[in-house]
């Protein structure tokens, strides 16, 4: 790299120092399942303390290489697991609203690095947000297929896997539409945005935003250790709700799945208007999350959410039929 490279380089790179240099979360500082967010806050790129808000996710989101409309849906999450002000990125807040740990809310089994909440019960509940270095061996060993990288083709292998193990091992395996868009949406946020604009997701990328090391040859999680890397330069071309819709169908239409729970005898499927439909395009992926975001909103966010989704959704190219609000 010439010193002129070397110096544009320089300039775009996400600041990890200063006001941005990462802290471990103190006491009561709040952290969730979302590696993300968990490193933004431990960056300060969100507050500190974990409570942050949709306008807030906005802004980190623009940070790390994320285009506006892929920011308006993530801020449409933060407007339905908090307030409508504020959100927690763990645990309910008391301030209103489930915060990001509520099993099955948005946080759901199939995870890539934590477990299912049934197979790690504590007391009281579960850690369904925590590093397992069971759950992310799965995608681990698919990455050794694939020249040891976190790229597509490997979590085409891993998604196909975590839901069988979870329909497999996990009695109260639920795999609805909520699960749908993290099992097949944080693939792509591991392959395209942890990389960043190098391009290439390497163990060394994953492992410092998920916050894993090595102690004695095993992989470790470090409690709120997610991080930017140092000297990290976020994509230069933000990652699209386009771009996200075409990574999402080549996931799923790798290897497709039935929607539904184990409940009581088995693996009972979802009623069919929850189901995918039979060779999905990027229109029918795109009008699927649409509704499957407004479906797990209380009533009183739908018209928030609304004003952050519908001008994505419901106009040229995609007309998602729209959603309701009841107004
Ligand atoms: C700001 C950019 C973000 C990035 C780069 C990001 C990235 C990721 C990744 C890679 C995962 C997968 C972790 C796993 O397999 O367990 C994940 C999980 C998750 N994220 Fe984020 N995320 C972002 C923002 C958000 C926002 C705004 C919300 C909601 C307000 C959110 C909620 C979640 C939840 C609930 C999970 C756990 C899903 C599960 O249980 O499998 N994320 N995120």
Redesign the pocket.
């Known amino acids: 790299m010439d010193s002129l490279s070397r110096a544009r380089r320089a300039h775009k790179i996400l600041s990890t120092s200063g006001t941005h240099a990462y802290e471990a979360p103190g006491a009561g500082d709040q952290r ?6 968990n490193a ?1 806050a431990n960056n300060g790129y969100i507050n500190r303390n974990g409570i942050t808000s949709p306008t807030q ?1 906005i802004t ?2 623009k940070t ?1 290489g ?1 285009a506006d409309d892929v920011s308006a849906v ?2 449409a ?2 407007v339905i ?1 908090g307030n409508g002000v504020t ?1 927690s ?1 763990g645990n309910s807040s008391g301030l209103g609203g489930y915060g ?1 740990n509520k099993h099955n809310f ?9 477990c299912d909440c049934k197979l790690c019960p504590t007391h009281p509940g579960c850690d ?1 947000y925590h590093f397992n270095n069971k759950a992310w061996t799965t995608t681990y060993n698919a990455a050794q297929l694939n020249g040891g990288l976190f790229g597509i083709p490997t979590f085409k292998i891993s998604a196909k896997q975590r839901y069988d193990e979870c329909v497999a091992n996990n009695t109260r395996c639920v795999f609805g539409p909520a ?1 749908f868009i ?2 097949y949406g ?1 693939p792509c ?2 392959a395209y ?2 990389p960043g604009d190098a391009g290439v997701a390497s163990e060394a990328i994953e492992n410092t935003w998920i916050g894993i090391s090595y102690s004695g040859g095993q992989r470790v999680g470090k409690t709120g250790g997610e991080q930017i890397p140092d000297n990290w330069v976020p994509l230069q071309s933000p990652y699209t709700v386009p771009e996200l819709a075409e990574c999402i169908l080549d996931l799923y239409t790798a290897n497709p799945v039935a929607l539904g729970a184990n409940v009581g005898a088995g693996f009972v499927l979802s009623p069919s208007e929850q189901q995918l439909p039979s060779n999905p395009d990027v229109n029918d992926i795109l009008c699927f999350i649409y509704a499957a975001i407004f479906s797990s909103a209380p009533t009183a966010s739908l018209l928030a959410v609304a004003r952050y989704l519908d001008p994505i959704f419901t106009v040229s190219p995609w007309f998602c039929p729209i959603f309701s609000t009841g107004r």
């Open positions: 969730g399942p979302c590696p993300g967010l933004l996710v980190a989101s790390i994320i993530l801020a999450l933060c697991a959100c990125i990001l948005f946080e759901g089994d199939t995870s890539y690095k934590s369904n699960q993290f099992h944080t946020l591991f945005i942890f």
